[in-house]
């Protein structure tokens, strides 16, 4: 398994600014996600950044809006950009572990709240 | 691409009674499928996984779920509720390296 840590854990933020949030893991892993969650719904994908090459992000999702950075194998951070209320949501980093039958593990979240 | 499809947004049961949630999957090749919960205001913690082999699997806190390929199910059930149990649930199959969770389904433990 994997011990993962988010910063911060919540955040209340006004609108047009931005947040950066970070994930740390406790050992090195070559595949980090970072999931949103919105208000009493499922996880959707927003990108897989593997170290050393850029993020793949997932539609409807651009670079713009959520540069991700992964400048080592257990550290990335996403930032949240130009930020409206719609952006309200929980953001998840989750790792890959155990090769070819990867089992995912996840922080404990970041609460954006966007005024 | 696959998908997952939980059967019932909430869930209510009795302290002591069975909980029944149930899950039915797509996919085009072999998945693995996984449940997670989560507690308010937490991540997702793992409750098991299927990735090959005996189709029942035992998880944490007395969950287990068994894997029917002929149902595409993956149902996950618990003999006796416990107050603690109150979570939301997700399901969730991976196959190629690309994980779907579904809707999620919210458990109320009743005393």
């Known amino acids: 398994s994997a011990v993962i840590s988010q910063k911060p854990s919540r955040d209340i933020c006004q609108r047009g600014t931005s947040l950066t949030i970070q994930c740390q893991v406790d050992?090195?892993?070559?595949?980090m996600f970072w999931y949103r969650q919105q208000p009493g719904q499922s996880l959707t994908l927003i990108a897989t950044?593997?170290?050393?090459?850029?993020?793949?992000?997932e539609s409807g999702f651009v670079i713009d809006k959520f540069p991700i950075s992964r400048p080592n194998l257990t550290f990335s951070t996403l930032t949240v950009s130009n930020m409206s209320p719609e952006d309200s949501s929980i953001y998840l980093c989750?790792?890959?572990?155990?090769?070819?039958?990867?089992?995912?593990?996840f922080g404990p979240g970041t609460r954006l709240t966007v005024l | 691409a696959q998908s997952v499809t939980q059967l019932g947004s909430h869930v209510s049961v009795s302290e002591g009674a069975l909980v029944l949630l149930r899950c039915n999957y797509s996919s085009s090749v072999p998945p693995y499928l996984f449940w997670y919960v989560q507690y308010p205001n937490q991540g997702l913690q793992l409750l098991l996984k299927?990735?090959?082999?005996?189709?029942l699997v035992k998880g944490i806190n007395g969950f287990e779920a068994e894997f029917k390929k002929s149902e595409t199910s993956f149902h996950l059930t618990k003999p006796s509720a416990h107050m603690s149990d109150a979570a939301e649930y997700f399901c969730a199959v991976k196959s190629n390296n690309d994980m779907r969770f579904g809707a999620g389904t919210r458990l109320t433990v009743k005393p």
């Open positions: 989750s790792v890959g572990v155990g090769g070819p039958t990867d089992t995912q593990y």
């Open positions: 050992s090195q892993v070559t595949m």
């Open positions: 950044a593997n170290q050393g090459s850029e993020a793949t992000y």
């Open positions: 299927y990735t090959t082999g005996a189709t």
